[in-house]
């Protein structure tokens, strides 16, 4: 009888997924970047630490990468902005989530280990590192009403740069300048004076 049943009236095959063990997983993997390391984090030690067998997980992620990544991001993936038209003070609030993010044990630990698994895996770029504030700094600039002489992308580029190496060489870590240091130098690079050609449009 069951098989004459409206199929919106029809129960799913199969045993339903259990919502509870992506936060555990996801928990358990942060907490083992940050005690132990990119190496150790494996699934299978994952496993172990938090009773999801290994299967479960890979249902869930296609690799033990994809797995490290969402973990490590996770705080990144969720920032949310909504540009007010300040300039200065919309980019003070992303870079400081943004730098919060990136140091976080998890993502300094996965950081390094990603970029050289990568090196041999090659992930399609659309692929490599599922997170971007950059459509939030786009969206902060366009609100501020700013129209800046160079690439939107290149100055992006320039600020993940520079955080990272806040993050992850010792000289600069050991400067500890303030956040409003990059703030400044953002804003003179979107907004020179005005008698002042951009390198970028004086070699066109």
């Given at each position: 009888?069951?098989?004459?049943?409206?199929?919106?009236?029809?129960r799913p095959r199969g045993r339903p997924r259990d919502p509870n063990i992506e936060p555990v997983v996801l928990?358990?993997?942060?907490?083992?970047?940050?005690?132990?390391?990119?190496?150790?984090?494996?699934?299978?030690?994952?496993?172990?630490?938090?009773?999801?067998?290994?299967?479960?997980i890979y249902r869930r992620w296609p690799t033990r990468l994809a797995l490290i990544e969402e973990?490590?991001?996770?705080?990144?993936?969720?920032?949310?902005v909504e540009p007010t038209g300040d300039l200065r003070g919309d980019?003070?609030?992303l870079i400081h989530m943004f730098e919060s993010g990136l140091g976080a044990p998890a993502a300094r630990a996965a950081i390094p280990g990603l970029m050289a698994a990568?090196?041999?895996?090659?992930?399609?770029p659309a692929q490599w590192l599922q997170f971007s504030l950059r459509p939030h700094f786009y969206a902060i600039v366009k609100a501020a009403g700013v129209e800046p002489s160079f690439d939107?992308?290149?100055?992006f580029d320039a600020v993940h740069g520079i955080l990272l190496g806040r993050i992850f060489v010792?000289?600069?870590?050991?400067r500890h300048h303030p956040i409003d240091n990059?703030?400044?130098?953002?804003?003179?690079?979107?907004?020179?004076?005005?008698?002042?050609?951009?390198?970028?449009?004086?070699?066109?």
């Amino acid at each position: 009888m069951a098989d004459h049943e409206p199929p919106s009236r029809r129960r799913p095959r199969g045993r339903p997924r259990d919502p509870n063990i992506e936060p555990v997983v996801l928990a358990t993997t942060r907490q083992l970047l940050g005690e132990s390391g990119f190496a150790a984090t494996t699934v299978q030690e994952i496993s172990r630490r938090c009773g999801v067998n290994v299967p479960a997980i890979y249902r869930r992620w296609p690799t033990r990468l994809a797995l490290i990544e969402e973990a490590a991001f996770s705080a990144l993936t969720q920032v949310t902005v909504e540009p007010t038209g300040d300039l200065r003070g919309d980019l003070r609030h992303l870079i400081h989530m943004f730098e919060s993010g990136l140091g976080a044990p998890a993502a300094r630990a996965a950081i390094p280990g990603l970029m050289a698994a990568y090196q041999h895996e090659a992930p399609p770029p659309a692929q490599w590192l599922q997170f971007s504030l950059r459509p939030h700094f786009y969206a902060i600039v366009k609100a501020a009403g700013v129209e800046p002489s160079f690439d939107l992308d290149e100055v992006f580029d320039a600020v993940h740069g520079i955080l990272l190496g806040r993050i992850f060489v010792p000289l600069a870590a050991a400067r500890h300048h303030p956040i409003d240091n990059i703030i400044e130098m953002i804003i003179r690079i979107l907004t020179p004076p005005a008698n002042t050609t951009s390198p970028g449009l004086a070699a066109r």
